[in-house]
């Protein structure tokens, strides 16, 4: 451009909010899906099966938050070049666009072994860690024009292609599938799956009578022998002759692989960092999102997996 | 471009979010500002106090949300003719973008004159609205290179042209000035000034009392004489003999104006549409900050004039 040419007027966007519809058939209808990914370890699975999916991809916006420490170095020079060959490989693999941040906090728990980020002394600063993590990206990507939002750490391995049509199918404010993990089971010497996301739950007398006697900033928390809340956990439900399609209304969430319209995020449900309702994370959002009217869902016999490490 | 021309690769953006400064010097350090107003009725006044702000233009970016009711389109066409004169005049003026959202649930309370926005009955159900409507506008206006945002009302008609500055040297998570009112004062036969935003308060002992023995969904507003809290109304704080620089440690603020690091939203802290420590809106959101680890401030004695109906 010529140096005395009037530079054009900046760019002024009108959005009419109730035009963007979040509905039960998202391809038909153009919808767009931002799939949102906290990524501390990357692995080639993930990618391979994210481009598998057959959500059209220029409907798709991926967004990732590392974190700044060594692990996260190795894991954002592995994820760009992927990102770089897709990006410039078939029109049809392409996404719409790719936003990669680097967090500026450290995190707490620089040992990321299974072991001991579930170690129940570490879960609290982990996982409000996580949560923070969480609503940077959100916070930061979500446009509007975003219709849908995709949670999906970075071990979800296996998914079906139809992963994002078939979850949106049912029309539900915040919908999650069944977390599992393949394994080699040394009693029947075969493979074998096991459950893996206990944070998928429907709440119990007992878990609301123990949160009732904590004090404000505890967080009470599942899947840990010491504590048995007899909530009913999804991962417990899973039916593999029974209907793909059954659902269940959830009272906690995980985020392993999560589809929520981005209307509920909107209101404003967020991952709290603190003990809300003693719940925290993604748990913590379920339970936000309920107070802004917005019920989760998930389906037991619909399986996704975990990587196994 | 040919139709055989080989589109280009779509945006993959890499951002390192310790790179984003929020100082007490953003001009030099070039942060950008992102003005946040929730906005039902235009006022010619507010947009020309706008326009006045020092900041550079070109560091400042705009987000609106109007109301789906006919008060909403008169407001959208009034903001509209406006947008569109100063992004296309003068270079200066003009501002980094804009973003105009039209709301998709209708408003609770179609009344909108100050008696009847004020009346305590209406207040909870008024102040979740706002919330979402506030909540949504963050969430789909907020990018990964804001680092300060200014939540500013429409009915603001009078600030400092350096307002941006002078709330930033402080270099505070959140720091709102003194909200206050022009109006003909009968006792004097003068124009006179008063305090308008009572929602800038230090907590009293009263308040958490009255809190601890409501319900988990009840929310103690200030302001009532129905219901004296004896919280420390920074409103009542000001001395306009004083320093303007006076700073005050605020427990719950307003929104009226008030800056914001970009971070303490990213962290997840919102504008929470429901009781949070029997707390809602602007006055919650202080709340959830401070449960962040973020402090709010105010300036008892630095002016901003919201208008008289
Ligand atoms: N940005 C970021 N992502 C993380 C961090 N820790 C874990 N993750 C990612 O967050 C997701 C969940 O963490 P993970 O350790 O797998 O949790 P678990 O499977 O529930 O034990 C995965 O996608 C991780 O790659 C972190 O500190 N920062
Ligand atoms: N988007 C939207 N903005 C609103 C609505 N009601 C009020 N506002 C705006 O929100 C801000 C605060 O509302 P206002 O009625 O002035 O509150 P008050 O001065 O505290 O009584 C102002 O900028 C209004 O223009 C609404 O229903 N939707
Ligand atoms: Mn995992
Ligand atoms: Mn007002």
């Known amino acids: 451009a010529k140096s005395n040419e009037r530079t054009p007027p900046p760019p002024v966007v009108h959005y009419h909010m109730n035009n963007l519809t979040t509905s039960s058939d998202p391809v038909t209808n153009r919808e767009t899906v931002l799939i949102l990914t906290p990524l501390a370890r990357f692995y080639q699975e993930?990618?391979?099966?994210?481009?598998?999916?057959?959500?059209?991809?220029?409907?798709?916006?991926?967004?990732f938050i590392l974190p700044k420490n060594k692990d996260g170095n190795a894991a954002t020079a592995a994820l760009q070049a992927q990102v770089a060959k897709t990006q410039s490989g078939p029109q049809?693999?392409?996404?719409?666009?790719?936003?990669?941040?680097?967090?500026?906090?450290?995190?707490?728990?620089?040992?990321?072994?299974?072991?001991?980020?579930?170690?129940?002394?570490?879960?609290?600063?982990?996982?409000?860690?996580?949560?923070?993590?969480?609503?940077?990206?959100?916070?930061?990507?979500?446009?509007?024009?975003?219709?849908?939002?995709?949670?999906?750490?970075?071990?979800?391995?296996?998914?079906?292609?139809?992963?994002?049509?078939?979850?949106?199918?049912?029309?539900?404010?915040?919908?999650?599938?069944?977390?599992?993990?393949?394994y080699y089971n040394e009693d029947i010497k075969m493979q074998d799956v096991r459950p893996y996301d206990f944070n998928n739950w429907i709440d119990s007398p007992t878990a609301k009578e123990l949160g009732a006697k904590m004090g404000n900033d505890e967080i009470l928390l599942e899947g840990y022998?010491?504590?048995?809340?007899?909530?009913?956990?999804?991962?417990?439900?899973?039916?593999s002759s029974a209907d793909p399609n059954t659902e269940v209304q959830l009272d906690g969430v995980g985020g392993t692989t999560l589809l929520v319209k981005a209307e509920v995020h909107r209101d404003g449900a967020m991952f709290p960092p603190f003990a809300f309702y003693h719940l925290i994370e993604t748990e913590g959002f379920a339970k936000m999102a309920s107070r802004l009217g917005w019920q989760s869902w998930g389906l037991p016999n619909y399986l996704v997996y975990h990587y196994n490490e």
Chains 1, 2 share one sequence.
């Open 46 to 63: 993930y990618w391979d099966n994210l481009l598998k999916l057959s959500y059209p991809h220029e409907l798709i916006s991926l967004g």
């Open 92 to 182: 049809k693999k392409r996404f719409a666009s790719v936003t990669i941040l680097r967090q500026d906090t450290e995190s707490p728990l620089q040992s990321q072994t299974e072991a001991e980020r579930h170690k129940i002394e570490n879960q609290k600063a982990r996982r409000a860690a996580m949560a923070k993590a969480r609503n940077s990206l959100l916070f930061t990507t979500m446009g509007p024009t975003t219709s849908w939002i995709l949670w999906l750490d970075s071990d979800i391995i296996e998914t079906p292609a139809t992963l994002i049509q078939d979850l949106a199918a049912h029309d539900k404010p915040i919908i999650a599938p069944n977390c599992f993990q393949r």
């Open 225 to 239: 022998a010491e504590i048995p809340t007899y909530r009913s956990l999804m991962g417990m439900m899973h039916d």
